[in-house]
């Protein structure tokens, strides 16, 4: 039997889910919906989502409205009768009446341990909150966000150097294999879901720009490494130096303790920089983005727009940013 299936997701981690349900041959994709083209970039091209891409790549039909609810697109969707509606990180709500048109369910592919972390950003919270681990949950979508009941779930161990991306890029995988094997159970009525638990729900929010500022003084170096790969890529940590914003990308805590205090410079070589923490804790930065400028290894910056960073000098301490 073959399975008709309308795919909705956006960004990458949506994409192998749809490649692995385009290359499985008990289902037919009749259609992607995905955000409209957004604006990218210093010169505010319209781009296509990474879904879109690859949908048209592969010839599948592709559906875009600005806002599902309501839409002429909706209203095509019900009208192919779907047996499942798939969706990966699809950046809407959908209403009832479009979750009640899969013949079979309305499913999701979540990036978290639900019912922790139910939100748009789960990925960036477990490494900004320094979990030893994370993983997908695949569950029947409803009304309210990400309060379905779960239908399979697969952990998975935070690697200490994992960032947004190199995490995303697993749990995609995970999410991809995990929905195929659960689909064809569900289907058979050989899976049931679980009822979350209300007293373990937590929640994501989408990142801010008040959290890209990095607080060495309210921040230990563990916390900060944290902080900037929970970040990393999409939405990148900063500190200003000495007027100048810089981007910190890769950072290393450094096992000894200081006496000076949190922000300032400890350490500088040709090669390497150290800046206090808070709690007496050092930081390495090992690669960075100055304001302009590509991103490189310390040792670049160091030699070229940083190359008056002295010991004893204080990084910029938490300004008030509006979102």
Known sequence: MTYRVVFMGTPQFAVPVLAGLVADSAYQVQAVVTQ??????????????????????????????EKITGSAEMQEVIDLAPDFIITAAFGQFLPESLLDAAKIGAVNVHASLLP?????????????????????????????MDAGDILAQQSLAIADDDNVATLMDKLSEIGRDLLLETLPKLAAGQVTGQKQADEAVSFAPNITRQQQYLNFEQETADQLDHHIRGLYPGHPAYVDVADQRVKLIKVKPVGQETDAPAGTVVERTKKR???????????????????????MPVAAYLNGAGRDIAVGQVWAQKPEVSN
């Open 36 to 65: 409209p083209d957004r604006p990218q970039g210093r010169k505010h091209k319209l781009t296509p989502s990474p879904v879109k891409a690859w949908a048209n790549e592969h010839n599948l039909p592709v559906l875009q409205p």
């Open 116 to 144: 922790k972390y139910r939100g748009g950003a789960p990925v960036h919270y477990a490494i900004m909150n320094g979990d030893a681990k994370t993983g997908v949950t695949i569950m029947y979508m409803v009304k309210k």
């Open 273 to 295: 920089l150290v800046v206090a923490a808070a709690n007496h804790t050092q930081l390495s930065i090992e690669e960075l983005q100055p304001a302009g400028k590509a991103a």
